[in-house]
């Protein structure tokens, strides 16, 4: 009987084992689902120990990718996977900050003979170096030329501007310059030499002086006064500029659209063009139509990425350029809802009773992405998969520990050329899983009912094992087997 019952648990074993079987389980990682590979270059220098690196994602990786690119994955020379994040590509941010300084006049002299006045400023001890030069004058029609000199307190003079023009037409138009740009080279001492300081201008009216004579008659004679005009400065300013930091910005790419189809409906008189946008990030288009003189509506399409010429409406809006006479308007852009991946774009313009219209071309915008990973020591073999319809979305701690160490800046690195993956194996679609988990489900619970209905039958045999046999005499164990 203990023969029988093990023989019995064992053939439950192996019917487990065959109806549980099937394709490899081992943990770690598979490139099998993924169709494509890019090498990424190895990074010229890095420190050693833990480095965060990053690659850019090129159109190849874009194209061939799911929503989220959850179908990346990243495998170091042993072939174990690494983790990553995939995020939008940021850059530190920067402004330029103008500051303004009022210079101390220590010094002021004339050159009659040269006709030109020099005029020393003393700059702060911690004023930044000067970028600009501006002098503060109420003179009015003017022209002169200024020569601009720096030093420290006890070098020589250094020329930093030779000759700068600054003028004053507002007699006859309204244009006016009393700004000297300078290099930026620091200084305690400006030097500005202004070349015909005093200038003699005509006054404004013309006298006119009549003689009588008794034998010619009435003659005219005009004179012209002139008036000297000196130039004042009330103050001379100077302004620096710095770089200050600002938030992180968003790295934002130009891409053209190709025209993959163009055509145009002779009844309903619409317009539309098919465009290749290649799963790239798309929040805005920008359109350059050859026509002026135009204002029409655009409704804006994307093919369904489970269902080819599918398409589902995300925005619409009216683009206009206008060109006449005077007048010079236009608005060509187009934004999105949202961040967008289609693998084609349609347009749609309904041109009335006007001619259609004809696109020179179509440029997309969107934010750049990149992939981040960290890394022990700089390998010289990682390997970029991607391209799966049945690799499900990964997930790592990466995200919440950069979460917690900002401002980390990573190595950047380049991605190669794409190529066919030879131990690709298409796996089944992520669409088609719940009926394999459902079959799965079946499978497992028979498994149980098999394993059930075989224990069960192996309590009865010990159970009848374990009876004694029956006498010859008893008229019951006759009863039972009336064969005896």
């Given at each position: ?313 995300l925005t619409e809006a009216d683009i206009h350029r206008l060109r006449l006479g005077g007048t010079e308007q236009a608005r060509l852009r187009v ?150």
């Amino acid at each position: 009987m203990r023969l029988q019952r093990i023989a019995a648990w064992r053939m439950a074993g192996l019917a487990a084992a065959a109806l549980l079987a099937g394709p490899s389980g081992a943990c770690g990682f598979d490139p099998a689902p993924f169709a494509w590979t890019k090498a990424i270059a190895p990074p010229e220098a890095a420190d050693p120990g833990p480095q965060l690196y990053a690659v850019t994602l090129d159109p190849d990786v874009h194209r061939e990718t799911r929503d989220g690119w959850t179908d990346l994955r990243l495998a170091d020379p042993d072939g174990n996977e690494v983790s990553h994040l995939v995020r939008p590509l940021r850059k530190p941010g920067s402004r330029t900050v103008a500051t303004e300084t009022i210079a101390e006049i220590v010094a002021f002299e004339t050159d009659a003979e040269e006709n030109r006045a020099r005029i020393t400023v003393r700059l702060p001890d911690d004023a930044p170096a000067p970028h600009r030069l501006i002098l503060d004058t109420p003179l009015r029609d003017f022209e002169k030329s200024v020569r601009v000199e720096g030093r420290s307190e006890d070098d020589a003079w250094e020329t930093l501007v030779e000759a700068a023009p600054i003028y004053d037409f507002s007699r006859h138009v309204r244009l006016r310059r009393t700004e000297i740009d300078l290099p930026g080279r620091p200084a305690r001492l400006l030097r500005v030499e202004i070349s015909d300081f005093t200038e003699r201008q005509a006054a404004p009216g013309v006298e006119v002086i009549r003689t009588a004579a008794a034998t010619l008659g009435i003659t005219e004679t005009e004179r012209r006064l002139m008036r000297e005009q000196v130039m004042r400065i009330d103050r001379v300013r100077l302004i620096s500029l710095r770089t200050v930091p600002v938030p992180d910005e968003a790295v934002r790419a130009r891409f053209d659209l190709p025209v993959i189809e163009a055509t145009t409906d002779p009844e309903t008189r619409v317009s539309r063009w098919v465009l290749d946008a290649g799963r790239r990030p798309l929040d805005r288009l920008d359109l350059a139509p050859r026509q002026n003189n135009f204002y029409r509506r655009v409704v804006v399409e994307a093919e369904a990425p489970e269902a080819p010429d599918v398409w589902r409406r995300l925005t619409e809006a009216d683009i206009h350029r206008l060109r006449l006479g005077g007048t010079e308007q236009a608005r060509l852009r187009v934004d999105l809802p949202r961040d967008i991946r289609a693998a084609r774009i349609r347009l749609s313009i309904a041109n009335g009773d006007d001619p259609p219209l004809d696109l020179a071309s179509v440029e997309g915008r969107g934010p750049e992405v990149e992939l981040v990973f960290l890394a022990e020591e700089p390998d010289h073999g990682w390997v970029l998969h991607f391209g799966s319809e049945s690799a499900p979305a990964p997930r790592y701690d990466l995200g919440r520990v950069l979460a917690r160490s900002p401002g980390q800046v990573p190595v950047r690195l380049g991605l190669g050329p794409q190529e066919a993956n030879p131990d690709h194996r298409p796996g089944l679609p992520l669409a088609e899983r719940p009926a394999r988990l459902l079959f799965g489900f079946a499978v497992t619970a028979a498994v149980l009912l098999l394993v059930w209905m075989v224990a069960r039958g192996a309590t009865r045999i010990d159970a009848l094992g374990q009876q004694a046999p029956p006498a010859d005499g008893d008229p019951k164990a006759r009863q039972r087997n009336p064969e005896s």
